[in-house]
Every structure is written in C-alpha cells, then in structure tokens.
C-alpha cells in the first residue's frame, strides 16, 4: 500500500486549460511537499505546505493542503508546455522522504 | 556548487555482477537517501542515512546495500545483480528539502 496516493496518474491537455492533481493519505503529515522532474532529470521542489488550510500560489500553480493534513492538491491555471513534466508530492515522516506515485502531466502545444 | 553527484550515469550489468553506484554531496547535509525509479514512476526509497555511521532500510531494500562512512558520500551496492534491478537510481541529500542527483540508468541483461 502506498503511503501517498496520486491521481490522476497520467493528464494529457491542451495548452491554456486547467487542470488539479491530488495526492491523498490516510496518515496525518506536518508538511507535504511538491516536486516537479523533468525527463533525464532529478525532481526539484516546487513548494512545501505546512499548515491545514493553507493555500500557496507559485505564479499560475496554486497549492492546497487539505484542512485534516492529509491530503494536498495542486491547480494549473493556463498550462503551458513547459510545465509538461512527472509531478510529484511527498511527506517526511521520521526523517525519511516518501513520494506518490506521479502523475504525469503532458501539454499540448 | 556541484550539489548532489551521481556516478555513474549509465551501466549495463550481467546477470550475477556486482557493483557500487556513487553518491556525493557538498551541502554538509546529515540526511542522505537512495531511491529508484521505474519508467513512469513515482520513487521508491531503498535506504536512507541520518548521518555518518547510521543506515537503515526504505520500502525496498532487498538485493542492495550502503554504508556511510562519512558526511558527503553515501554509496550503493549491488551484490548479484538480477533483472529486477533494472530501473534509474537516484541519490537524495537533505536538510528541509531534497536535492538529487541526476540518477544512474541500470539495466541489467
């Protein structure tokens, strides 16, 4: 059983639409975080969410973390093709870091 | 600033052969990690360090093993390499993030 559950896995649009990914737990974190990973690459942080509740914008990319800090969301205002990529959330219980699963975000020109 | 350093960047192994997968980082972070990667994959962590001296095991230690004899270096052994372990290796330092290398490419024929 994964700790962190993402859907969905694969998301194949158009540029200019917009577009949510989940990730979801059954387990209550003190962050989540996001990464985005690029092909050839490794992931890079896009943001940490610390607080129930807390929504973080990051240009056309807005974060949620769920108000039980269990679950996180991430919106795409717009997507371009440069934001095509592996998206990743992932939770640091006791020091280890543990992702999801991906979902796999392709966007059309 | 090199950050984290993996070499090395591509390996084809036999069946039954061994091999080290090095890792290097210059940010004077206690916590290290080994993931892999299956095509189209979230990842999966095989083990982890706290700090010099201090292993312990992720979701899929098996077939593998590390050592961390100092700060900077974390590499990882595979002692009788079988098919199962073909996928990309990626090696993680941490403090609040993590910041990875650019991953091995292991296939194992």
């Known amino acids: 059983t994964q700790l962190l559950e993402q859907s969905p896995q694969f998301l194949s649009i158009q540029e200019g639409e917009n577009l949510t990914v989940y990730c979801n737990s059954s387990s209550v974190f003190s962050s989540l975080q996001w990464y985005r990973q690029e092909p050839g690459e490794g992931p890079v942080l896009l943001v940490t969410?610390?607080?129930?509740?807390e929504v973080k914008k990051l240009k056309r990319l807005t974060f949620q973390f769920g108000d039980a800090r269990k679950d996180s969301s991430l919106h795409i205002t717009a997507a371009q093709p440069g934001d095509t990529g592996l998206y990743l959330c992932?939770?640091?219980?006791?020091?280890?870091?543990?992702f999801g699963s991906g979902t796999k975000l392709n966007v059309k020109p | 600033n090199a950050g984290v350093t993996q070499t090395p960047k591509f390996r084809i192994l036999k069946i039954g052969q061994s091999m080290t997968l090095q890792c290097a980082q210059d940010m004077n972070h206690n916590y290290m990690y080994w993931y892999r990667q299956d095509p189209g994959m979230g990842l999966k962590l095989i083990y982890y360090s706290v700090g010099a001296g201090i292993t312990d095991k992720g979701e899929v230690p098996n077939g593998y093993n590390v050592s961390r004899s100092t700060t900077e270096d974390f590499p990882l052994r595979l002692e009788l390499a079988a098919p199962s372990q073909t996928s990309v290796y990626f090696c993680?330092?941490?403090?609040?993030?993590?910041?990875f290398g650019q991953g091995t490419r292991l296939t194992v024929v």
């Open positions: 969410v610390v607080t129930g509740g």
């Open positions: 992932a939770a640091t219980p006791f020091n280890k870091f543990y």
């Open positions: 993680a330092s941490a403090h609040t993030e993590a910041f």
